[in-house]
């Protein structure tokens, strides 16, 4: 799985975490630019159509659960037959390692974690979803003191088949209540009754109930009242043992009601109100008629902390036996009484010879398939199942484990079940050229690779692109035995550019066409120093490394700077030309618009043509501003419906 891409985005970077139903793995989210946690199933979708719809639906329905101290699933996803769920990656550890670590945790602490599981828990409630496997290994640590629970949607979507509802039970057999231990449908009070034990488990260090087979820890679950906390550590309040008292009644009639009422109840353990609190108890009613269990043959668990599908319930209640009427003895003579009793022990021997003897499962562990095949075949059992796993201590074909476990009794003709390593977890390599090397190699490093080094030279490609790689794409590698090399682009092998100063615009010309470079003139200004025509400045400056198409701006003089310009500024008023006019009925008509047109003749203008045009209809002020360089002659007019009005000439010498 590692470096692979699974839903087309998420890249496997290393396992993180294995469970009985699942494998964790640490990935990268190609997309979204982040780090998740991906959770593949090992449960057989094979052939259950309507598993797989049950548990995209379920699981879905998980991913609306939006809460501080829940782990958040951002998708849920089929690739071939391989179902899995991308979560939020928290990069700390699980609680049950965190018990590990320290032990029990002050009250004080294990109420504060206590009080964020429960309001995840009731939050899910009220969401409809009941969670099934509540236990440590599925809390994770986001620090000391936050946690966030996780594995929402798995146990419930898989327990929820029509499979599993007839024939198993999912969960994790020192964490399960008594009804799911019966067979029954798991409540919300079946997690209630999870949260109590956790509690327990922070407050002492240890589980409360422990045996060597699941049967036998939950019969305890059924049949045996939850360890006095106070018993081992009496410093601890009573209103805190209470919480798990009460929590982890045997009938779930007499738990709290709801994952609310066991939260408001954690708040306020340390209240002095409740200082002198009674030991919590459940009321006796001695007409209740008990059930006693029935134990199935079920075998010892490698893991029992795993998360299980249990096949067939695990104890079955059966009715109660009613005692039947002693009959009075007989006596038989003697005679016949010895004989049954030789036939007796004469039977149980013959049975003896006839059963087949228990031997111990030999040590195989690290040794060739075939060699320990032999080994086992020779103790006189049977191979009757072979699976392969990756593995960091043993080499390719050495067995990792049998089940059952060396040491244990089992008797002759029994199967083992045989687990051979395949190896190291291998890497398939993609293929990394046209990416960035920095990026690539910073990516990489979470990998574990032994080392990743560039080798630069010269190309077309980007300067930092990867353009090669050793080992090649999709050879299989273990990373930390690889050195990963990268062949890198230090870029186009650049020119040095030239000192342009004095070029004229031919010279230019000829010199971008030999050099490739473009070669821009951005102004001209005046310079006393450098003649018309030719290159003041240029930018960059010369012998600056340059490729093929680069920009080179240029400054282009405009020669020496010429004197002085003369303005006149001069303010006409512009007459209108009042006319009486009548039509043919002797009535006086409006003055009409009369067209006006200024003509000037100055550095900028001529008399050709007018540089204003308008109409007037009333006298009108104009502003005439004429410019004169030295020896140059200039003027105005202004004309009236073709009539010039008025005029006047200037002369540069003259002008102040």
């Given at each position: 799985m590692i470096g692979k891409r699974i839903g087309k985005r998420y890249e496997i970077i290393r396992v993180i975490g294995d469970g009985g139903m699942s494998r964790v793995y640490l990935a990268h989210d190609m997309i979204l630019d982040r780090d998740v946690a991906i959770k593949v199933l090992h449960y057989d979708f094979a052939n259950e159509d309507e598993l797989k719809r049950r548990f995209q639906r379920e699981a879905l329905s998980a991913t609306s659960l939006t809460h501080p101290h829940i782990v958040n699933i951002f998708d849920v996803g089929q690739e071939d037959e391989l179902h899995y769920l991308v979560m939020e990656y928290i990069p700390g550890r699980t609680l049950k390692e965190y018990i590990h670590t320290h032990g029990a945790l002050p009250a004080e602490h294990a109420v504060s974690i206590m009080q964020q599981l429960v309001s995840a828990i009731s939050h899910a409630h009220h969401n409809g979803i009941i969670h099934r496997d509540i236990k440590p290994q599925n809390v994770l640590m986001n620090g000391e003191d936050d946690v966030k629970i996780t594995d929402f949607g798995i146990a419930m979507a898989l327990n929820s088949t029509a499979h599993t509802k007839t024939n198993s039970v999912i969960g994790t057999v020192h964490y399960l209540s008594p009804e799911q231990a019966r067979g029954g449908m798991a409540t919300k009070r079946s997690d209630i009754y999870s949260l109590g034990i956790v509690f327990y488990e922070l407050l002492t260090g240890k589980l409360p109930f422990s045996a060597e087979t699941a049967v036998a820890i939950a019969l305890k679950h059924l049949q045996e009242e939850t360890p006095s906390v106070r018993a081992q550590l009496p410093e601890i309040p009573q209103s805190v043992e209470n919480v798990i008292l009460k929590a982890t009644a045997k009938d779930a009639n007499y738990r709290y009601a709801s994952a609310d009422e066991m939260y408001e109840d954690?708040?306020?353990?340390?209240?002095?109100?409740?200082?002198?609190?009674q030991k919590f108890t459940l009321p006796f009613d001695d007409d209740r008629t008990v059930a006693i269990p029935i134990v199935k043959d079920v075998p010892k668990f490698d893991h029992l902390e795993n998360t299980v599908k249990h096949e067939s319930p695990i104890v079955e209640p059966v009715p109660p036996v009613e005692k039947k009427k002693e009959k009075k003895k007989k006596k038989w003579p003697l005679i016949v009484g010895i004989s049954f009793l030789v036939i007796a022990l004469l039977a149980v021997m013959f049975t003896m010879w006839l059963k087949p003897k228990e031997i111990s499962v030999p040590d195989v562990v690290g040794e060739e398939e075939l060699s320990a095949t032999e080994i086992l075949e020779k103790e006189g059992f049977v191979i009757d199942e072979r699976f392969e796993e990756t593995s960091d201590e043993f080499t390719a074909g050495q067995v990792i484990k049998t089940v059952p476990e060396a040491g244990k009794k089992r008797k002759e003709g029994d199967g083992i079940k045989l687990f051979v390593s395949t190896g190291k977890d291998?890497?398939?390599l993609l293929d990394y050229t046209g990416r960035n090397y920095e990026a690539t190699a910073q990516f990489l490093d979470s990998y574990g690779f032994k080392s990743i080094e560039p080798v630069e030279e010269?190309?077309?490609e980007p300067k930092g692109t990867i353009i090669g790689q050793q080992p090649e794409a999709d050879e299989e590698v273990v990373p930390e035995e690889t050195d990963l090399v990268f062949t890198v682009s230090k870029g186009k092998e650049l020119q040095s550019l030239q000192d342009l100063s004095g070029m004229t615009q031919p010279q230019l010309e000829s010199y971008a066409k030999s050099s490739g470079l473009y070669i821009h003139i951005v102004s001209e200004e005046h310079s006393e120093k450098v003649e018309k025509g030719r290159v003041i400045s240029?930018?960059?400056?010369?012998?600056?490394k340059m490729d093929k198409g680069e920009r080179v701006d240029v400054v282009l003089s405009k020669g020496a700077p010429?004197?002085?310009?003369?303005?006149?500024?001069k303010t006409v008023t512009i007459p209108y030309e009042y006319r009486e006019e009548e039509n043919e009925w002797g009535e006086v008509i409006e003055p009409q618009p009369q067209k006006i047109q200024i003509y000037i003749q100055d550095r900028k203008h001529s008399m050709n043509d007018p540089v204003e045009e308008f109409e007037i209809t009333e006298d009108t002020p104009r502003k005439i501003t004429i410019e004169l360089e030295e020896g140059q002659r200039g003027g105005y007019k202004i004309l009236r419906d073709q009539t010039v009005i008025e005029e006047d000439k200037f002369n540069y010498k003259e002008l102040n």
């Open positions: 954690l708040l306020t353990v340390f209240s002095s109100e409740r200082a002198q609190e291998l890497m398939k010269y190309s077309d240029q930018k960059p400056s010369k012998g600056t010429s004197k002085p310009v003369k303005l006149v500024v």
